[in-house]
C-alpha cells in the first residue's frame, strides 16, 4: 500500500538543511527596499501584508485580493517554482508583491520570512497564517507517527511561529491584525482525521490566548473555520478518496463546494476597519454547516 508521506507528502518533504539555506539565501537577497513608489488606492493601499501558503488555494487568492486593493504583500510556502510564477504573475498586473521560499515547520525561517518582510516594507500590518497540510485519511491507530507530527508542526506549529515572530513588530508599531486558517475541523471530530482535528482545534485555542494576550497593544487576532473549498488541496484528497464533489456537495447545509475567492472576502472582512471590535473569535465559513 502506498504510504502517507507518498500520497499527500512528496512535494512538501524537503530537507530541512536545504530549505533553511534557500530561506537564508532568499532573505538576504530581499535587504532592499523597493525604489520605486506607485501610486496605489484600494482598501488596503499603504498596508502591509504578510501570508504563508500564499503561493496555492486560499492563500494565493488572499494574496491576489490584498494585492488588488493596494496592500504591499510578502508570501512564502515551500514550491519555489509555483511560488516564483505566481509572483510574476501578480507583478505583470500592478501588484507589488514578494515571494519567499519558506517552510513553516522551521521556526527559523518562519522568523526569516517575519523579518525580510519588515526589512522590505519597513512594517508589518496584518499577517494571515494560511499554510497547513491535510492528510491521509485514517483511523487512529492507523496514523503514523510521522504523519501526525508533520501535521501538527505545519498547520499548528506554523500558526504558533507566525504570531511569536510577528506580535513583537505589532507591538512596537502600536496595531496590527493576525487571521490564523483554522477549520470545521477544529470545533468538530471526524473519524478519519485526528491529527487534522487536533491541529485546527490548537489554532482555535491560539487565536483566543493570543488575542486576549494583545488587545491593550492594538492588536486583533481572529482565525476562520472553512469547510470544503475548491483548492489543489481539497481536489487531491477527494482522488485519493475515490470521491467527487458532486458526491459530497448535497451533504452540506449550502450544498455545494466554497471558492477561495468567498475565503478571501473573509479574510480581509476580519483584516479590515469594518471589523475593529472583533478579536478572539473563529469566523464561521462553512456555509452553515455548524449552525
Known amino acids: 500500500m502506498t504510504s502517507e508521506t507518498e500520497q499527500f507528502g512528496s512535494r512538501r518533504k524537503l530537507l530541512s538543511g536545504a530549505t533553511l539555506v534557500a530561506a537564508g539565501t532568499a532573505a538576504t537577497t530581499l535587504m532592499t527596499k523597493p525604489t520605486a513608489a506607485q501610486s496605489v488606492s ?18 494565493e487568492a ?19 517554482e509555483l511560488g516564483r510564477k505566481v509572483e510574476r504573475e501578480v507583478k505583470a498586473a500592478g501588484g507589488d508583491v514578494t515571494w519567499m521560499r519558506t517552510d513553516v515547520r522551521e ?20 499577517l494571515f497564517n494560511n499554510a497547513g497540510i491535510f492528510m491521509t485519511p485514517g483511523e487512529v491507530q492507523d496514523i503514523t507517527t510521522e504523519n501526525y507530527l508533520d501535521i501538527m508542526l505545519t498547520n499548528a506549529g506554523g500558526a504558533f ?5 510577528a506580535v513583537p513588530q505589532m507591538r512596537r508599531q502600536g496595531s496590527g491584525v493576525i ?22 482545534h490548537a489554532i482555535i485555542g491560539m487565536t483566543k490566548a493570543v488575542a ?26 477527494f482522488e485519493f478518496q475515490k470521491i467527487t464533489y458532486e458526491q ?43 449552525a
Open 42 to 59: 484600494g482598501r488596503f493601499a499603504g498596508k502591509v501584508v504578510a501570508i504563508t501558503g500564499g503561493n496555492s488555494g486560499i492563500g
Open 62 to 80: 488572499c494574496m491576489r485580493a490584498f494585492a488588488k486593493e493596494g496592500a504591499k504583500v510578502m508570501f512564502c510556502a515551500r514550491r519555489d
Open 107 to 126: 521556526h527559523a525561517q518562519v522568523k526569516a520570512f517575519i523579518d525580510a518582510t519588515i526589512t522590505r516594507y519597513g512594517r508589518l500590518d496584518v
Open 161 to 165: 511561529f507566525g504570531m511569536k515572530y
Open 179 to 200: 487571521v490564523n486558517n483554522a477549520s470545521v475541523a477544529g470545533h468538530m471530530g471526524f473519524p478519519n482525521t485526528a491529527a487534522y482535528n487536533a491541529s485546527k
Open 212 to 237: 486576549k494576550a494583545n488587545g491593550k497593544h492594538n492588536i486583533r487576532v481572529n482565525s476562520i473555520s472553512p469547510l470544503a473549498v475548491d483548492t489543489p488541496q481539497l481536489r487531491e484528497s
Open 248 to 290: 459530497v456537495a448535497p451533504n452540506f447545509v449550502t450544498p455545494r463546494i466554497m471558492d477561495v475567492k468567498e475565503m478571501a472576502s473573509a479574510v480581509m472582512f476580519l483584516a479590515s476597519d469594518q471589523a475593529t471590535s472583533m478579536t478572539g473569535m473563529d469566523l464561521d465559513v462553512t456555509g452553515g454547516h455548524m
